[in-house]
């Protein structure tokens, strides 16, 4: 493993004027917080506790994978009239896990890398808050089709 530091990110600030609730009961189960989105860009955090650790003590696969994918998904989602965001399913996700981590913050910073009309490709970076590079991802996202009201 390469612990090696990488520059911490600037402090954020949400891209758009106010962020929307995630609406996702899982991230809301896990403590994983969105801090921004919009403009093809997302972050969510996360501040470790012992029930986001692996029986090794630090943080576990699936957690880092949820953040990522949860920030990839989010960074290419359409923000309708009422700010609601739209929905979007995972078609493939690939990560790199790096680093370790067992305490602290956890930020996953996400943006869309290319659009299409349905598909949208993103890519992540998981970082400690001492801007250690944990793990990065890259993946493809089906956007859903606004659902027609009766």
């Known amino acids: 493993m390469n612990d090696r530091a990488i520059t911490p990110p600037a402090p954020m600030t949400p891209f758009a004027a ?15 917080r969105l801090a921004s989105v919009g ?16 029986r090794q003590g630090s943080v576990q696969g699936g957690v880092i994978a949820t953040m990522l994918d949860a920030a990839c998904g989010y960074a290419g ?18 990560i790199s896990y790096l680093s370790k981590a067992s305490a602290g913050r956890l930020r996953a910073m996400a943006s869309v890398t290319r659009a299409g009309n349905s598909l949208y490709f993103a ?20 956007r859903a089709r606004p659902r027609l009201e009766n």
Do not use: W
Not at 18 to 32: C, F, R, S
Not at 39 to 54: A, I, M, S, T, Y
Not at 77 to 94: E, F, K, N
Not at 127 to 136: E, N, R, Y
């Open 123 to 142: 890519s992540a970076q998981l970082t400690s808050d001492a801007g250690v590079l944990i793990a990065t991802a890259q993946g493809t996202f089906k």
């Open 18 to 32: 106010t962020v929307p609730p995630a609406d996702n009961p899982l991230l809301d189960y896990l403590g994983i």
């Open 77 to 94: 989602l359409p923000v309708g009239p009422d700010g609601a965001l739209g929905h979007a399913a995972t078609a493939m996700l690939s």
């Open 39 to 54: 403009d093809g860009h997302c972050v969510f955090e996360l501040d470790l506790e012992p029930r986001h650790l692996n």
